[in-house]
């Protein structure tokens, strides 16, 4: 049984077996069956002994390394350039929403996601609206990290799961699943009068 999970072992076996028969035939499964592969199996979620394997795969990291053989290690070996090494080890996490590079691309997923958010919890929108709570404001952890420093562990492998499969679209629908758990009834509202706290319950 998979840690943090409920899944039976006969279950979480069977589940191993049907991806191993789909890694066997995996161009088959991708060219035929992609529905399948994405609405059963990716959903239901990657059995842990096999999620490496499946990732490489459905990002299609496993034929880019096959096409280039050693070029991996090759760029591994190379010192890194300096100018970029100090850049990394700089603490530059908390300043990614203003830094050049991202704030566009977060500005513009912050729109959209407020567009979102509009139709499918008008009451949490509106409520964020009253505190002025930017989407930028919690959205930017959630994407940048794919939402590893917001969830418990097993969600998060659950949450990728489902991004190597579907894609970005699958952080827009984890965002709104959160806002509505964390803003979605009359009471959870009521309980975050202001701007702190309502920032504190996301």
């Given at each position: 049984?998979?840690?943090?999970?409920?899944?039976?072992?006969?279950?979480?076996?069977?589940?191993?077996?049907?991806?191993?028969?789909?890694?066997?035939?995996?161009?088959?499964?991708?060219?035929?069956r992609?529905?399948?592969?994405?609405?059963?199996?990716?959903?239901?979620?990657?059995?842990?002994?096999?999620?490496?394997?499946?990732?490489?795969?459905?990002?299609?990291?496993?034929?880019?390394?096959?096409?280039?053989?050693?070029?991996f290690?090759?760029?591994?070996?190379q010192?890194?350039?300096?100018?970029?090494?100090?850049?990394?080890?700089?603490?530059?996490?908390r300043?990614?929403?203003?830094?050049?590079?991202?704030?566009?691309?977060?500005?513009?997923?912050?729109?959209?996601f407020?567009?979102?958010?509009?139709?499918?919890?008008?009451?949490?929108?509106?409520?964020l609206?009253?505190?002025?709570?930017?989407?930028?404001l919690?959205?930017?952890?959630?994407f940048?990290?794919?939402?590893?420093?917001?969830?418990?562990?097993?969600?998060?492998?659950?949450v990728?799961?489902?991004?190597?499969c579907?894609?970005?679209?699958?952080?827009?629908?984890?965002?709104?699943?959160?806002?509505?758990?964390?803003?979605?009834?009359?009471?959870?509202?009521?309980?975050?009068?202001?701007?702190y706290?309502?920032?504190?319950?996301?």
């Open positions: 049984m998979e840690a943090g999970s409920s899944v039976p072992v006969d279950v979480a076996r069977q589940r191993e077996l049907k991806w191993l028969e789909m890694f066997a035939h995996w161009d088959k499964w991708l060219s035929r992609y529905q399948k592969v994405r609405g059963l199996r990716c959903r239901k979620g990657i059995p842990s002994s096999l999620r490496a394997k499946a990732w490489q795969l459905l990002s299609n990291s496993k034929e880019l390394l096959e096409r280039n053989p050693g070029r290690e090759e760029l591994e070996r010192p890194g350039d300096p100018k970029w090494l100090d850049v990394i080890e700089k603490d530059l996490h300043q990614f929403p203003f830094h050049e590079m991202f704030a566009a691309p977060v500005q513009l997923d912050g729109e959209v407020g567009a979102l958010l509009r139709r499918a919890a008008p009451a949490a929108h509106r409520h609206r009253r505190f002025r709570v930017d989407p930028v919690y959205l930017t952890e959630w940048m990290c794919i939402f590893a420093r917001s969830l418990p562990w097993a969600a998060v492998l659950r990728w799961d489902m991004f190597f579907e894609g970005v679209k699958i952080m827009f629908r984890v965002g709104l699943v959160l806002l509505r758990r964390a803003l979605g009834s009359p009471e959870k509202l009521r309980s975050c009068q202001g701007l706290e309502t920032l504190e319950r996301l």
